[in-house]
């Protein structure tokens, strides 16, 4: 059987050149023998347009296309590269945003229905974090009940996107000097919906054709997204199902259990994954999938579904982005149930292989082949309920499976608000202690390593470096999306990390707080966190006055997505340092590629770097971080300086003889 698969593989990767995970593979060798196709083989069959992947061709008239491949070259109306990479890059800054902040749309209509009292099954879990948003936006909270403040912040998170003058309202969350500087530049978002069309409309063919200035815009609409609707999104979803805090769950294709109902989630939004869990522990639905001969009825996820349903309930990953196919490939799942964003269209054709029902549920959504049963959160629980119960009906037609038997512990669930309470505990939460271990070297700086799985890369081997490189040089990691999955697999989202892989300082302050060293934050609209964090470590003091000042840098080594763009951008213009991986998608513009790391960074502070070796990647993050230390004045990282306490020590003193022991605690040897 391996000749044979051998001889089938004609010149795409090996599996363990397409993927880092055992589970990958097994799935990978398993696809080639049952002659499937995937996104891995689809990759390397196909290689991406050496003119469209650098940002050279022209697609927004019907004068063209036009392909810039020769220096000086225009398009018919004239255009530069200059001006085409500029206006491909912004188009996907608004695409990306779109997708995002359309999300914060929905939660907030969802809202907006719970208040009412007319969307089944859903309830508020987190009055508080209502209660502090509504103070945030002006809302008054004091004797009202608790609907007519959902009401009301349900309405005015529903007015950022329509508005179309003024400032969106959650920029105030950021640090005044960053305000200022957006809006010396004409960047801070009028309305979320706004700055996206403004992005269209100005790219369209005839409009704006200066790059800084369509750059410029660009940043405005991320930053709609990152301080608009994501951090909408954000926030109603803590608010309709829980702000997160840690638990214990598990990661990987061995999730899928052989003898229950496996259900999976893909997609992005809360809402429908929400109603699901809720449906698959329903009693009748239980006790109707063991008359079909299952033991149980078994939930799990794919993507930012999966972050979003395991941050707050628990719900087992099967996996990132490129799990989606592998996860049917195992022959074993009854229905995947899809909203939006990061969905393959390969699905319902790999699924008709197998017994798998692949089901479309979002308005926006609907795959050729696949079933669309449209969800609707004021029949929320009926409409789950009947997606559960197909998914049982579709249990006995199960033929022959195989799942990888690969699973790793895994500990998310570090909203902001935990992270804030882990560090300082309940009288007197706060971020002093990381400012003050990041300020003394302990911590040397943080990263965040956030993004997607992308095929032209070996899946998840470069999250999976950078995050043990940078954990060895005393860095704290923060993460969301697929490289908080990717971590997850391998065992990095829990506290023996840092035994196992953490520098000597911040070793001592996983030690002393009980906190992974690396942190799973949620879901990528959840990237907002992050900045709610850096604002706050801002605000804590002692670490500069602006976000461009602290030691910190975020990664998307593995990124495929519009989004990813939006959210680089929103980052950078926030202030940040951001390397993306894979590849330049502006790379047709020397110009354009330093206006946005050079250019961008002397305008606001932050910027955008495409860097594609790993070992490049660490480098310049601990550069940047070293900078930053230095610019603050703070001691220069010296990693023999701390790891003299806690467990660590602990060991290293049980390993003593007893006078050694006297000798190293007390400066003199037992007896003296
Ligand atoms: O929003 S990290 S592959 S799942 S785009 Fe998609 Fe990328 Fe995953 Fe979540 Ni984010």
């Not at 794919?302 to 707050?312: A, D, H, V």
Request: proline share 5%; charged share 25%.
């Amino acid at each position: 059987m391996a000749q044979e698969v051998e001889k089938k593989r004609k010149k795409g990767r090996t599996p363990e050149e397409q993927s880092l995970d055992p589970a990958a593979r097994e799935m990978l060798i398993r696809a080639e023998q049952l002659g499937l196709t995937t996104a891995f083989s689809r990759a390397d069959a196909m290689a991406p347009c050496p003119i469209g992947s650098t940002g050279s061709c022209c697609h927004v008239c019907f004068m063209g296309p036009c392909r810039l491949v020769k220096d000086g070259q225009t398009g018919v109306c004239g255009a530069t590269i200059e001006t085409i990479t500029a206006r491909n890059f912004a188009r996907a800054i608004a695409a990306g945003a779109s997708a995002h902040s359309d999300h914060g749309r929905d939660l907030a209509l969802t809202l907006l229905a719970v208040a009412k009292g007319e969307a089944q099954g859903y309830k508020i879990r987190d009055p508080f974090k209502l209660a502090r948003l509504a103070e945030e936006l002006g809302i008054a909270t004091q004797g009202r009940p608790v609907e007519a403040i959902a009401l009301d912040v349900g309405q005015a998170c529903l007015d950022m996107f329509g508005q179309q003058t003024g400032e969106v309202r959650m920029i105030e969350r950021a640090p005044a000097k960053r305000k200022e500087l957006w809006r010396k530049y004409k960047m801070v978002p009028r309305g979320i919906d706004r700055e996206v069309v403004d992005v269209l409309h100005r790219t369209h063919m005839g409009d704006d054709q200066d790059p800084e200035h369509i750059l410029s815009q660009g940043m405005r609409a991320a930053l709609g997204d990152g301080w608009g609707g994501s951090m909408v999104a954000t926030d109603l979803s803590d608010i309709l199902f829980g702000t997160p805090s840690p638990l214990v769950s598990k990661m990987n294709l061995g999730v899928i259990k052989k003898d229950e109902v496996n259900i999976i989630v893909h997609g992005h939004e809360p809402t429908l994954s929400e109603m699901i869990l809720a449906a698959t522990s329903d009693p009748e639905l239980v006790e109707y999938a063991k008359q079909k001969g299952a033991k149980g009825i078994n939930l799990a996820g794919i993507c930012c579904t999966s972050n979003e349903t395991l941050m707050r309930q628990g719900v087992p990953s099967a996996g990132n982005f490129l799990h989606q196919e592998l996860a049917i490939m195992t022959g074993a799942i009854e229905a995947m149930v899809v909203d939006v964003q990061c969905i393959m269209q390969a699905l319902p054709d790999l699924a008709q292989n197998f017994h798998t029902e692949v089901i479309t549920t979002s308005p926006k959504v609907k795959i050729t082949k696949a079933i669309h049963i449209e969800f609707d959160e004021h029949h929320a629980l009926d409409i789950a309920k009947e997606i559960v119960r197909r998914a049982i009906d579709n249990y006995p037609n199960r033929g022959e499976f195989q799942i990888p038997d690969f699973t790793s512990d895994v500990v998310p669930g570090f909203s902001h608000e935990y992270i804030n309470y882990m560090l300082g505990g309940s009288y007197r939460s706060s971020f002093r202690p990381l400012n003050d271990a990041i300020m003394s070297g302990r911590i040397r700086g943080v990263v965040a390593d956030v993004g997607c799985n992308n095929p032209r890369t070996t899946q998840d081997a470069t999250h999976d470096y950078l995050v043990r490189e940078l954990l060895k040089q005393d860095v704290l990691l923060v993460e969301t999306g697929c490289g908080a999955i990717a971590s997850g697999k391998f065992g990095l989202l829990l506290g023996e990390a840092a035994m196992e892989w953490a520098g000597p300082g911040l070793r001592e302050v996983c030690e002393a707080t009980g906190m992974p060293p690396v942190l799973h934050m949620g879901s990528c609209v959840d990237n907002t966190r992050i900045l709610t964090v850096l604002s706050q470590v801002v605000a804590e003091g002692g670490l500069g006055d602006d976000i461009s000042d602290v030691p910190a840098v975020g990664i998307a080594p593995e990124w495929m997505s519009e989004k990813a763009i939006s959210i680089a951008t929103y980052c950078a213009a926030s202030g940040a340092y951001v390397i993306m991986g894979v590849k330049n998608p502006v790379e047709g513009s020397q110009e354009v590629t330093e206006l946005l790391s050079t250019g961008w960074e002397a305008k606001v502070g932050g910027k955008i770097e495409f860097v594609v070796e790993p070992q490049e990647m660490v480098r310049r993050a601990l550069e940047h971080i070293d900078k930053k230390r230095a610019a603050l004045g703070l001691p220069a990282y010296d990693p023999e300086k701390f790891g003299r306490s806690g467990d660590w020590r602990m060991q290293e003193l049980m390993a003593l003889g007893p006078a050694e022991r006297a000798e190293a605690l007390y400066g003199q040897p037992a007896g003296d």
